[in-house]
């Protein structure tokens, strides 16, 4: 059974950095996608950034140079590293996985953790 877990989420100032952290059970980080979405109040949920088996990496247009994916294989823990934020940041963060390798930013996952709140203050 799939399970994933976040954590590192809390309140910034703008500008300010945060790393979030995605633990997983279940399935092994280097062989499955794992990525990032991001859901602020009112808005749908979008994608955010990933990674897959060879390491290639996709990032949506708005957190290209500010936000870095990353993962840790020993640990079974995939990151994200958040830079620069500034109140459009603000947003449930959940991290997602899929057996199958997705190329490119279009991507339903299949499995989903319950998230961690990012709040940017202005």
């Known amino acids: 059974q799939v399970q994933l877990v976040e954590s590192g989420g809390g309140l910034v100032q703008t500008g300010g950095s945060l790393r979030l952290s995605c633990v997983a059970s279940?399935?092994?980080?280097?062989?499955?996608?794992m990525g990032w979405f991001r859901q602020a109040p009112g808005k749908e949920r979008e994608f955010v950034a990933s990674?897959?088996?060879?390491?290639?990496?996709y990032c949506a247009d708005s957190v290209k140079g500010r936000f870095t994916i990353s993962r840790d294989n020993a640990k079974n823990t995939m990151y994200l590293q958040m830079n620069s934020l500034k109140p459009e940041d603000t947003a449930v963060y959940c991290c997602?996985?899929?057996?199958?390798?997705?190329?490119?930013?279009?991507?339903?996952?299949?499995?989903w953790g319950q998230g961690t709140q990012v709040t940017v203050s202005a």
């Open positions: 279940g399935l092994t980080v280097s062989t499955y996608t």
């Open positions: 990674i897959i088996w060879n390491n290639s990496i």
């Open positions: 997602a996985a899929d057996r199958f390798v997705i190329y490119g930013t279009s991507w339903h996952p299949a499995s």
